[in-house]
Every structure is written in C-alpha cells, then in structure tokens.
C-alpha cells in the first residue's frame, strides 16, 4: 500500500521517554545504590564499634568476677545485677558438672563454649524469670575451682542505631528521590513541549513550504543550536531548490514559444502540400510530437503553479457530490466508447469539503482518465464517495493490469511510467507519466492524504483520496 501523507514524529506517549527523564533516572539510581553502600557502610561500622564496647565490658566484668574468692562470688553477682539498670546483662555460675548454682542463668547456653573468648549468641537466652533476650555478646570462663562464670550482654543499642540509621536513610531517599523525580518530571514536560513545538513547525515544512523556519527560544541551549544549524540547512534548501525550480520553469515556459511557432509553420507546410505527398505523413508525426512537447510543457508547468502553497487564499467550501457528478458526466462518453461500465456510487449524505474546487475537480480527473487509459474494454470502473468520521474518502476503482506495489511510490514521481508502459509502442495507454504527479500536487496542497492500493478482490487498482489532513 502506498501513500501520500504528511509525515509525523512518533508522539512521545510517556513523558520518561525523553532524554532528559533518563538521565535523571538513571543518576537517581546511581545515587540510590551508593546511598545504599554508604548507608550499609556506616551502619557496620557504627555495629561493629559498639560491639567492640559491649566486648570490652564483658572482658573487663568476666575478670574481675573469675579474680574473686568463691564465697564472694553471689555478692559480687548481685552488685552486678544491682548496676544493670537496663536489664541488658545476663549471668549465671555452674559447677564443673554443668549444674546451675547462682545467677539469672540457669543452664550454659548450647552455643556458647566455655573457652574464655567473646561469642555472638544470634538467638539470644532465656533467663530464669522467662524473659527471652535478643541477639547477645556472651563469653564463658572455667575459675580455679572447676566452676564456670556465664556473661551476656544484648546488642540492642547496636540494633537500636542500626534501625535509626535505616529509617533516617529512608526519610532522606524519599525526601531527595520525590522532588528529584517531581524534578524530572518537569524537565522532561519542558523538552518535551519544546519537541512538540519543532515537530508543529516542521510539518508545514515537510508539505512542502520551506518559508517556516524552527523556533528558537532565549536559552540558547543545545536544542536551539540544533534548530539553528537545521534553520541555515533550510535557508540553503529553500535557495536551491527555488533556483533549480526557477531553471526548470523557465525552460519550460521559454521552450514553448519555439515549439509553437514550429507547430504553426508545420500545420501551414502540411496545409500547403498535397494529401498523398510521401512527406505528409512525416509532417504529421512531427506535429503530433510538438504536441506532445507543448502539454508536457504545460503539465510541468502546471505542477509548478500547484506547488506555490499561496494557492490555499482561494479555498472555500466545496460540494463533493456536485463534482463527482460532474466529473462522472465528462467521461462517461469515453467510458462508452471503451465500452467500460462506468459506475458512480454516492452516498445519501457527503459532507463538504474546505478546498479548491478547481483543484479538487482536475484531480478527480486525472484519475479517472487514468483508469480509463489502462483498463481493458469490456472493464469496470467505480467512481465512489465515502462519508467517513475523519472526513469523506473518493475512491477511483478499476479492473485493469493495477500497479505493482514496488512501483507504487514511484508512480507519483515526475515523467515515471510504470515498466510495461515505458515505451510507447509496447503500452497500449501512452502518456506523460505526469497525471499522477499533478494529482500528488494537488493532494499536497490541500494537506490530503492520497492512496494506491488493490482493488477489491486482488484485481485491478483502487486510488484513494482521503479528504482530511487527519486522515492516517
């Protein structure tokens, strides 16, 4: 399927899609993971330095207690127990056998080996009165006597900062990564609006009017140095290519002169000779083919004239139904004469159109002269009108040879016949190769969007106007 519409930058559905967004999620996700380690970071060492105090306490009780004498040992255990305000320490003292005999400890903990050093007790212990202690630090040593000393000491405090470290981490990251991505989302509206504006002033562009130049804001910044290069690269384009329009329009327009005083002294010599001169038939061919010059003369011309986008001060309100019953009654002799069943298919209602009604009607024209040209006597051709939601669709519908879908873009193209049709003796439709071209103009001109797909049922063409720039 080929088409003739105005391109159009992809629209940009989600405002994280912009470049700016992604920078700002992926240095918010940078900044998250080293906040992450960071955090880890200080938490471990603010865990370990506060086990290496409650160490240093056990190391420093579990001395003093192993130095005192055996009848002294439950009065030294109480004046511990009396200083531990908190509740954070545990004891216990057991005799050689493993039996409890002081202490809020009455059994040595499974995990804990009575070696002297300082252990991490993960599940915590029991104590006598039931009371179930968190993860511990505990070390065990064996006196003089046999007898063994049991010392615990919860890491909560450790635990506690921990805590308020990670919950303090939390309320920063969401402090920091909610206005950073408020942030972000503004920043991406702002590029994004910005893209929007580029690709509104480049569609007027793209349709061909090379007057309108990119906005460029007072930032200044990279965006506006890019618009500005595109800006200079347009000015160049608009001066070539008016001056290769201008070259070719001239030729055009100052080659028919000649052309037409050559046809004129050739009618006036084919006049004065008599019929069966074996120099009338050369003369004739050398007419037919000036006139064949002068209309492709005037059907680039025409082109010309149909590409100057001024045209649009002249559009109005236009009746479709009225054209498509004009265009209908010029060419139904032809169609007769081909013998081609000619069919025009209206429906109740046809919205109007905002065009050129000129331009509208030539158009319709062309193509249906051209699927008269190239559809077969006997054949079928269907003038149609669609009233669509978007706007009403003309349909142009044949049964001939059609055309071949890698050639369908190129058929729009100035002086492009298709294969079979490129020399004039071995096409039974010769032609210009330019109706289609005009056609293409025109469609450009009213911000139309124009087709050439298979007719229905894979035999023949179906050309398409759809009369709505909104169309596709």
């Known amino acids: 399927m080929t088409r003739l519409d105005t391109p159009s930058i992809a629209p940009l559905s989600e405002r994280w899609r912009s470049g700016t967004a992604r920078l700002i999620l992926i240095y918010g996700g940078f900044f998250l993971a080293w906040s992450v380690l960071l955090v880890a970071l200080i938490n471990w060492q603010i865990s370990s330095y506060l086990e290496h105090i409650v160490d240093d306490i056990l190391e420093q009780r579990v001395a003093y207690l192993s130095g005192v004498e055996r009848e002294q040992l439950p009065a030294a255990l109480a004046m511990t127990a009396a200083t531990d305000r908190r509740g954070v320490m545990s004891f216990g003292v057991f005799d050689a056998a493993g039996r409890y005999l002081a202490g ?20 915590g212990i029991v104590r006598i009165d039931g009371v179930h202690t968190g993860a511990s630090r505990g070390v065990a040593v064996r006196v003089a006597d046999g007898s063994s000393i049991v010392l615990t000491r919860t890491t909560d405090a450790a635990d506690r900062v921990g805590a308020i470290i990670r919950n303090g981490f939390i309320w920063a990251l969401s402090l920091t990564l909610i206005p950073g991505l408020l942030g972000g989302f503004l920043l991406a509206r702002g590029s994004l609006k910005r893209v929007r504006d580029i690709e509104t002033a480049v569609a007027p562009i793209m349709r061909g009017d090379l007057g309108v130049r990119l906005p460029i804001s007072e930032r200044r910044d990279e965006v506006d140095m890019l618009a500005n290069i595109v800006n200079r690269m347009l000015d160049r384009l608009e001066t070539l290519l008016g001056e290769v329009k201008g070259v070719s329009d001239s030729i055009a327009h100052d080659l028919r002169t000649p052309l037409t005083r050559l046809r004129a002294q050739l009618y006036r010599l084919q006049r004065e000779i008599p019929p069966d001169d074996a120099h009338a038939a050369t003369i004739e061919r050398c ?59 209206l429906p109740a209602i046809l919205a109007g159109v905002r065009a050129d009604g000129g331009l509208l009607f030539e158009a319709i024209s062309n193509l249906v002269d051209n699927a008269l040209k190239f559809t077969p006597d006997g054949g079928r051709v269907v003038l149609r009108a669609v009233d669509e939601k978007i706007g009403p669709r003309i349909d142009v519908i044949d049964s001939g040879p059609g055309v071949p879908a890698a050639e369908r873009d190129a058929v729009l193209h100035r002086f492009y016949r298709t294969k079979t049709c490129r020399k004039e003796h071995e096409c039974e439709a010769p032609g210009f190769g330019l109706g289609l071209s005009i056609v293409s103009a025109i469609v450009k001109l009213h911000d139309y969007r124009f087709e050439i797909a298979d007719a229905e049922g894979g035999t023949g063409t179906r050309m398409t106007i759809y009369c709505s720039s909104n169309a596709g």
């Open 104 to 123: 809020n400890i009455d059994r040595l903990p499974p995990e804990l080996p009575v070696d002297g050093a300082l252990h991490r007790l993960a599940n």
């Open 287 to 345: 007419i037919t083919d000036t006139d064949n010059l002068l209309n492709r003369f005037r059907a680039l011309l025409r082109i010309s004239e149909l590409e100057d986008l001024q045209r649009r001060a002249g559009f109005g309100e236009v009746d479709l139904r009225e054209k498509l019953a004009r265009v209908h009654e010029l060419y139904s002799p032809l169609a007769e004469d081909k013998r081609i069943a000619f069919a025009l298919e």
